[in-house]
């Protein structure tokens, strides 16, 4: 074996040079092979833990629903805030309202989702307010680390909103602005009193229809008290937070009609173990989703292109491990009198066929390990790396609108993918040297010294 390792690694190094270029070109095909799949693959899975933690931090971990209007949520809500691991419970109404707000601008008109809830306490509301988004120190405008709340997660008034930055930004909103939202079930009662009016015959009955309509019309007016960041596109966007109570009045719901259940747990990731317990005791009309299945679209586009993106980057080791073979088939009938006269001389198969398979690990080996340093030094500068791409080539490397979170390009390395993609290299240069091994091994001492 030592003599076996010995002459393959002679092979690698000539004499003239301190290595030589085949090898360079080996061990760069495998470098580049294992930094690409470990990149690649770490900011697929920083990018899914980034969609799980802003959601596990800002969502439900269960939402408790049954399939229309929840018409006595104080019966279920009490059974639930009662079971151990749950902090904190809430019903909610959510939908689409048209918000008008006006500026120096002018006027517009949008179509948010509010969410009404029961304003939050203790921890909860310390949870939410921790998502206050952040703006610069009027006084320090050149310090980052100088930065002031946007107001906080305060709805305990029946007229206060909370809004995302997202949707705050884009539409130039601040703390102490005032919007107004209209219920979309108004508009149908509108056309319908529209309808009315114009087929009515009198002035009075005319008056009394137009009276009614503008009574339909008065909207809710709330004030921003806060503007939250919660990491999420989606959610900073498109979300207005607001008092449960308001958003009834929105929805002409009585005080004990909501549209869902809210439930937050000590930990996220036992949520199907409460769903089973909550079904033992919840009446039967009553459906329990959890975090998971509500975003399991999500989650599974991102495990699906992760999966893929596995089978297709691999592809550049096995055309490396090509490469490899290639090369040492080369070097094995350059080398062919060299192994006729190591067998003339006493040297048996299996040591001919340790030479090169010792060249494939060395290989192999090599390029793994300047592989995966080629990997962390890309993973710590990735976002210098991104700004530097974005200002001179006007390319967005991870753009929040389209992948829907933002902070920067996502990356987190698990041990299971290093050592998958660690062994799937050294396995590919291991067999790309069987084949030159076998070439060498069951070479004749005779023919290949013939001709020298």
Not at 373 to 383: C, H, K, S
Not at 386 to 391: L, P
Request: glycine share 8%; aromatic share 10%.
């Amino acid at each position: 074996m030592l003599f076996s390792s010995f002459v393959a690694a002679r092979y690698l190094k000539p004499k003239r040079t301190f290595v030589s270029i085949i090898t360079v070109i080996s061990i760069l095909g495998v470098a580049l092979g294992v930094w690409l799949l470990a990149v690649v693959i770490a900011v697929f899975t920083g990018y899914g833990e980034r969609i799980k933690e802003s959601i596990l931090g800002f969502e439900p971990h269960l939402v408790l629903k049954t399939g229309g209007i929840v018409e006595n949520w104080p019966e279920a809500y009490e059974k639930v805030k009662a079971e151990e691991g749950v902090t904190s419970v809430t019903p909610f109404v959510a939908g689409q309202v048209v918000m008008q707000y006006t500026n120096e601008r002018g006027t517009f008109r949008l179509a948010p989702m509010i969410r009404g809830m029961l304003p939050p306490e203790g921890e909860e509301l310390e949870r939410m307010n921790a998502m206050t988004a952040r703006m610069k120190d009027p006084d320090f405008p050149f310090d980052p680390e100088k930065t002031l709340p946007r107001g906080s997660f305060d709805i305990n008034d029946f007229y206060s909103a909370v809004i995302g930055d997202g949707f705050a930004d884009s539409n130039g909103i601040e703390v102490g602005d005032t919007i107004l939202l209209y219920a979309p079930s108004d508009f149908d009662r509108i056309m319908n009193s529209l309808n009315e009016v114009e087929s009515s015959d009198s002035e009075e009955s005319r008056r009394a229809g137009l009276d009614e309509i503008r009574e339909m019309t008065a909207p809710q007016e709330l004030t921003i008290t806060g503007i939250f960041d919660s990491g999420h596109w989606d959610f900073d966007s498109n979300i207005v937070f607001l008092h449960l109570e308001t958003a009834q009045v929105l929805y002409n719901f009585d005080l004990e009609e909501c549209h869902g259940i809210a439930v937050r747990l000590n930990d996220g990731f036992q949520a199907n173990v409460l769903k089973d317990r909550f079904y033992e005791f919840l009446p039967q009309q009553y459906l329990v989703l959890t975090w998971m299945e509500m975003n399991k679209l999500i989650f599974d586009a991102v495990a699906a292109e992760r999966q893929a993106m596995y089978l297709i980057l691999f592809m550049i080791m096995i055309v490396g491990g090509f490469c490899i073979m290639n090369t040492m088939i080369t070097v094995t009938f350059q080398k062919r009198s060299e192994i006729g006269l190591m067998k003339a001389l006493g040297a048996r198969e299996g040591q001919v066929a340790w030479v090169f398979l010792f060249q494939g690990i060395l290989v192999g080996l090599v390029g793994v390990l300047v592989g995966l340093l080629m990997a962390q030094f890309t993973l710590y500068f990735r976002n210098d790396m991104a700004g530097f791409i974005g200002r001179n080539f006007g390319v967005d490397i991870f753009s929040a609108e389209i992948y829907k979170v933002d902070g920067g390009l996502p990356a987190q390395q698990t041990v299971r993918d290093l050592v998958i993609i660690s062994t799937g290299a050294f396995l590919a240069c291991i067999i790309a040297s069987v084949i030159p091994a076998v070439i060498a091994a069951s070479l004749q001492p005779a023919k290949a010294l013939r001709s020298e």
